[in-house]
């Protein structure tokens, strides 16, 4: 994702990095501040960098205090009061950022990175886990007990925090990156390249149900217990819950939104679910209980939605170095490769042993 | 290599079997890049393998290994000296050698086929895949499934930028010690100083590994082995090289 979305009370934040900008527009005033500009000098004269595959991340602390994201140049992650949206610190990163999160309770930044690597923002960073390959989404428990991270190699994992060396779980059975995590209760749901959610007992680590959603899943948010569902290059978003049926959970699709254009980013605040598409920004309610989901459209929001709509159009997307698209192409790729071998490879590698008669 | 479309009559059959495979036709490049992504040819999960493709006899209600799983594992077998040497001391456990590199796991699974036929009922309980273990271990094995591990002669990486490469790192060791169960043992050898001390500085800061000292290991059946089973053992032999032995246990999570 080039682009991504942020909510918290009173701010949306939108951040493009392929045109390096990071938006702050407020509710209230309706003012918009652009962070990329406020850096600091050290940042002015570094071109734009079109060459790495990015993507771009962000996250507000729980209490809404804090606001981290990273911008285009530099491999930094840029920490600002909210307050008064002012600079509290710009930290280098050891690689490029694809995901940033905060801890729910104690405000610490957790950071993933294309090495596969997860650090904490303490005082100094901290090295909390690391996969063999890129990290896509993480999440981290209410009571900061379990971190659970999912990467580009098929692995959603379960591990202690803050000491994440020691794994509680392995959910293995998805067949192509994970694309996006979350937790519902005593579940871990996840969605993969594979076009598949899985839904994960957290205590047990057991896969309970899967629901194919016919389009590779790019990101998974969790809102109100039930989860906002994003697919790769698609106008569908679904909302989904958790349901028991027959003595099993099971996954239930209760609603798919259709836009008229392709959705880029989810967003969430409280019962508030806001989608970025590729020329607006929708405000939708959810009632959990009823699963009802409300579109806003009062005259003032739709007042609102129009001047973010008009912030998004000014952004361009950058095929080349948009994450999700190069690892939906590596997935096809890998696709045909496991075809043509099967194709080619008449002797099985492992022929049946032979026994002599004694 | 010759096709015979005919099936083969049993003394041909024989004389097939009873070669064992020749190392020489079984050479491949010494390393190959293991962070790689070229490999596909792993199960999705533990339950989705069929372990009797490896392992017929487990299937076999009269045999040693009948419904059971993998239990030791030799990570980079190489040729697999070891997994041979071990079949017939753990004729009750399942070890796996697992290997990165095609055709030197090819001529080890040759090879267990051509000892399988040689001595029926014998090194049943010993196998080779060819795979990649730092990606793909939870793939293959459940939480706490594995008793004893070894590493024997890893590949050293004398580059500091190759040390990413070294199979013993602060990522793997986690994934290690998950599928290791408590009390287990990893056994590492290596004749080069720098590897060993890496190693042993990699356990020791992990959390969940405790290194035994050398008093407890005199009963272990296993060291005298470890030295001189394998292929590079007996290389390092022959060519008068040191040989730094560690073996450490998983531990419980001191700090839960
Ligand atoms: C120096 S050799 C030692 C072989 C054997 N243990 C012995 O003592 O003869 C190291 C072996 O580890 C294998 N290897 C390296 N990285 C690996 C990986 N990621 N997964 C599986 N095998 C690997 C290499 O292909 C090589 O055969």
Same mark, same amino acid.
């Given at each position: 994702?080039?682009?991504?979305?942020?909510?918290?009370?009173?701010?949306?934040?939108?951040?493009? !990095?392929?045109?390096?900008?990071?938006?702050?527009?407020?509710?209230?005033?309706?003012?918009?501040?652009?962070?990329?500009?406020?850096?600091?000098?050290?940042?002015?004269?570094?071109?734009?960098?079109?060459?790495?595959?990015?993507?771009?991340?962000?996250?507000?602390?729980?209490?809404?205090?804090?606001?981290?994201?990273?911008?285009?140049?530099?491999?930094?992650?840029?920490?600002?009061?909210?307050?008064?949206?002012?600079?509290?610190?710009?930290?280098?990163?050891?690689?490029?950022?694809?995901?940033?999160?905060?801890?729910?309770?104690?405000?610490? !930044?957790?950071?993933?990175?294309?090495?596969?690597?997860?650090?904490?923002?303490?005082?100094?960073?901290?090295?909390?886990?690391?996969?063999?390959?890129?990290?896509?989404?993480?999440?981290?428990?209410?009571?900061?007990?379990?971190?659970?991270?999912?990467?580009?190699?098929?692995?959603?994992?379960?591990?202690?925090?803050?000491?994440?060396?020691?794994?509680?779980?392995?959910?293995?059975?998805?067949?192509?990156?994970?694309?996006?995590?979350?937790?519902?209760?005593?579940?871990?749901?996840?969605?993969?390249?594979?076009?598949?959610?899985?839904?994960?007992?957290?205590?047990?680590?057991?896969?309970?149900?899967?629901?194919?959603?016919?389009?590779?899943?790019?990101?998974?948010?969790? !809102?109100?217990?039930?989860?906002?569902?994003?697919?790769?290059?698609?106008?569908?978003?679904? !909302?989904?819950?958790?349901?028991?049926?027959?003595?099993?959970?099971?996954?239930?699709?209760?609603?798919?939104?259709?836009?008229?254009?392709?959705?880029?980013?989810?967003?969430?605040?409280?019962?508030?679910?806001?989608?970025?598409?590729?020329?607006?920004?929708?405000?939708?309610?959810?009632?959990?209980?009823?699963?009802?989901?409300?579109?806003?459209?009062?005259?003032?929001?739709?007042?609102?939605?129009?001047?973010?709509?008009?912030?998004?159009?000014?952004?361009?997307?950058?095929?080349?170095?948009?994450?999700?698209?190069?690892?939906?192409?590596?997935?096809?790729?890998?696709?045909?490769?496991?075809?043509?071998?099967?194709?080619?490879?008449?002797?099985?590698?492992?022929?049946?042993?032979?026994?002599?008669?004694? | 290599?010759?096709?015979?479309?005919?099936?083969?009559?049993?003394?041909?059959?024989?004389?097939?079997?009873?070669?064992?495979?020749? $190392?020489?036709?079984?050479?491949?490049?010494?390393?190959?890049?293991?962070?790689?992504?070229?490999?596909?040819?792993?199960?999705?999960?533990?339950?989705?393998?069929?372990?009797?493709?490896?392992?017929?006899?487990?299937?076999?209600?009269?045999?040693?290994?009948?419904?059971?799983?993998?239990?030791?594992?030799?990570?980079?077998?190489?040729?697999?000296?070891?997994?041979?040497?071990?079949?017939?001391?753990?004729?009750?456990?399942?070890?796996?050698?697992?290997?990165?590199?095609?055709?030197?796991?090819?001529?080890?699974?040759?090879?267990?086929?051509?000892?399988?036929?040689?001595?029926?009922?014998?090194?049943?309980?010993?196998?080779?895949?060819?795979?990649?273990?730092?990606?793909?271990?939870?793939?293959?094995?459940?939480?706490?499934?594995?008793?004893?591990?070894?590493?024997?002669?890893?590949?050293?990486?004398?580059?500091?930028?190759?040390?990413?490469?070294?199979?013993?790192?602060?990522?793997?060791?986690?994934?290690?010690?998950?599928?290791?169960?408590?009390?287990?043992?990893?056994?590492?050898?290596?004749?080069?100083?720098?590897?060993?001390?890496?190693?042993?500085?990699?356990?020791?800061?992990?959390?969940?590994?405790?290194?035994?000292?050398?008093?407890?290991?005199?009963?272990?059946?296993?060291?005298?082995?470890?030295?001189?089973?394998?292929?590079?053992? $007996?290389?390092?032999?022959?060519?008068?090289?040191?040989?730094?032995?560690?073996?450490?246990?998983?531990? $419980?999570?001191?700090?839960?």
């Amino acid at each position: 994702m080039t682009f991504c979305m942020t909510v918290n009370e009173t701010t949306v934040v939108l951040s493009s !990095i392929d045109v390096d900008k990071c938006l702050v527009y407020s509710l209230d005033s309706g003012n918009v501040k652009n962070l990329t500009d406020n850096l600091g000098e050290a940042y002015k004269n570094i071109p734009i960098n079109n060459h790495d595959l990015q993507k771009a991340c962000a996250a507000f602390s729980a209490d809404g205090t804090l606001f981290a994201y990273n911008p285009n140049k530099g491999k930094l992650l840029s920490v600002w009061n909210t307050t008064n949206w002012t600079l509290v610190e710009n930290k280098t990163l050891a690689k490029h950022a694809t995901n940033i999160v905060f801890t729910p309770k104690t405000n610490v !930044i957790v950071v993933g990175d294309k090495k596969g690597d997860v650090y904490a923002f303490e005082e100094l960073p901290i090295r909390i886990l690391g996969h063999s390959s890129m990290i896509l989404d993480i999440c981290i428990s209410d009571n900061e007990k379990y971190i659970v991270t999912c990467d580009n190699d098929e692995k959603v994992r379960v591990s202690h925090y803050p000491n994440g060396k020691n794994i509680v779980y392995y959910m293995m059975g998805h067949e192509a990156y994970v694309s996006g995590i979350c937790l519902l209760n005593n579940f871990v749901l996840s969605g993969s390249g594979d076009n598949t959610l899985r839904l994960w007992d957290f205590n047990k680590g057991d896969l309970l149900d899967k629901l194919s959603l016919h389009t590779p899943i790019q990101s998974v948010i969790e !809102i109100e217990n039930m989860a906002a569902i994003q697919l790769y290059d698609s106008r569908d978003v679904h !909302i989904i819950k958790t349901e028991k049926k027959e003595n099993k959970w099971t996954i239930k699709n209760i609603k798919t939104i259709q836009f008229e254009n392709n959705v880029l980013d989810l967003a969430v605040y409280g019962n508030q679910l806001w989608i970025l598409t590729v020329n607006s920004v929708y405000k939708y309610t959810i009632d959990a209980s009823n699963e009802i989901v409300l579109r806003i459209q009062d005259a003032e929001m739709t007042h609102k939605l129009e001047t973010l709509s008009n912030l998004v159009k000014s952004f361009v997307c950058l095929e080349k170095t948009n994450l999700m698209i190069f690892l939906f192409n590596k997935m096809i790729d890998k696709r045909k490769r496991i075809e043509q071998y099967q194709q080619n490879s008449s002797t099985p590698v492992l022929r049946e042993t032979k026994r002599l008669r004694t | 290599m010759e096709k015979i479309k005919r099936p083969l009559n049993e003394d041909e059959t024989e004389k097939q079997e009873l070669s064992l495979p020749q $190392k020489k036709y079984y050479r491949q490049r010494a390393h190959s890049n293991p962070i790689a992504d070229h490999d596909f040819d792993y199960p999705s999960c533990p339950e989705a393998y069929d372990w009797s493709t490896l392992y017929p006899d487990i299937t076999n209600e009269k045999s040693n290994i009948y419904n059971k799983r993998v239990e030791m594992l030799d990570i980079g077998c190489g040729y697999g000296g070891l997994l041979v040497t071990l079949s017939p001391m753990f004729m009750d456990s399942m070890i796996l050698g697992m290997e990165i590199r095609v055709k030197v796991s090819q001529y080890v699974i040759e090879r267990i086929k051509a000892l399988r036929a040689n001595q029926p009922n014998c090194y049943d309980n010993i196998a080779c895949i060819r795979t990649n273990a730092i990606k793909y271990l939870p793939n293959f094995f459940k939480k706490g499934q594995i008793k004893k591990m070894f590493f024997l002669y890893p590949d050293p990486h004398f580059k500091k930028s190759k040390h990413k490469w070294r199979i013993i790192n602060d990522t793997t060791l986690s994934e290690y010690a998950y599928v290791l169960a408590e009390e287990a043992l990893v056994y590492t050898v290596t004749d080069v100083k720098d590897l060993h001390e890496w190693m042993v500085k990699h356990f020791s800061e992990h959390g969940l590994f405790k290194r035994v000292e050398d008093d407890d290991l005199k009963g272990d059946p296993v060291v005298d082995k470890l030295y001189e089973s394998s292929e590079e053992g $007996k290389k390092v032999t022959r060519n008068n090289g040191d040989k730094f032995l560690a073996v450490f246990m998983r531990i $419980k999570d001191p700090d839960l």
